[in-house]
């Protein structure tokens, strides 16, 4: 199958300081993978670098297109949905509000009033909450909120960024559900930062490992979870 995102010789800057070292990987067009690696191997950085949030070298194709150098508001209007650590929703702003707001680059107004129903059929409870302001959600809400908010750019990709984090088990076991859903029945891509790592290689297909800045070890995630050696130097389990 072919890739819809193409990641070669990537580097990475904060200010002078290199955070990324040649970093290379691809997903295949309907597929799930996963960066997985400790606390500051570069797997945040990598999910700003394809949105040039951060100063990049190197080349990042999505479906065959180099969009390396092109603006933050641009990598969104080509449909590659970012959800970053921490949620990232309008804490002041109903349910509602936000998820108008995610679909401000669409113009087409029949289809977003049936991609907001499509929305509540993943998260019936945000639909309970419609009027309510996203800052009074629980953690596990808000999660989901800001899920629903880059499911209304009706993306080709979605970036996630550590959707498990401070969430309580049951509520993660449900998100995760629900992205397998979005997955298999909107056909969208997912490249997945999680320190989860078992729960990571349980979703997704293929697995990249970081380290340091690095891509050190790579293979389907059927491989990766069950090599020993792997999970005991870099996944920690």
């Known amino acids: 199958m072919a890739a819809i995102l193409e990641v070669k010789g990537l580097k990475a800057f904060y200010g002078q300081t290199q955070s990324l070292y040649d970093v290379g990987f691809e997903i295949e067009n309907g597929g799930i993978t996963t960066l997985l690696g400790a606390n500051g191997a570069g797997k945040t950085t990598t999910l700003r670098a394809i949105c040039n949030m951060v100063r990049t070298d190197g080349t990042i194709r999505f479906e065959s297109r180099e969009i390396r150098g092109l603006a933050t508001e641009e990598v969104v209007r080509l449909r590659i949905g970012h959800v970053p650590e921490g949620r990232g929703t309008f804490t002041t702003l109903t349910v509602d509000e936000n998820l108008r707001i995610a679909a401000y680059t669409r113009k087409d107004k029949?289809?977003?009033?049936?991609?907001?129903?499509?929305?509540?059929?993943?998260?019936?409870?945000?639909?309970?909450?419609?009027?309510?302001?996203?800052?009074?959600?629980?953690?596990?809400?808000?999660?989901?909120?800001?899920?629903?908010?880059?499911?209304?750019?009706?993306?080709?990709?979605?970036?996630l960024d550590e959707p498990s984090f401070g969430l309580a088990p049951l509520i993660v076991v449900e998100i995760f559900r629900i992205l397998r859903r979005i997955n298999e029945e909107d056909k969208v891509s997912i490249l997945l930062v999680e320190q989860n790592a078992a729960l990571a290689l349980d979703l997704a297909d293929h697995a990249y490992v970081l380290e340091t800045g690095r891509v050190v070890m790579s293979g389907p995630s059927s491989v990766v979870k069950n090599d020993e050696n792997i999970r005991k130097s870099y996944l920690g389990y």
């Open 110 to 159: 029949a289809a977003i009033a049936a991609d907001l129903e499509r929305v509540f059929t993943y998260f019936p409870r945000l639909k309970e909450r419609v009027q309510q302001q996203a800052g009074t959600l629980s953690g596990g809400e808000q999660q989901m909120l800001a899920i629903a908010r880059a499911l209304m750019l009706k993306p080709r990709l979605m970036l």
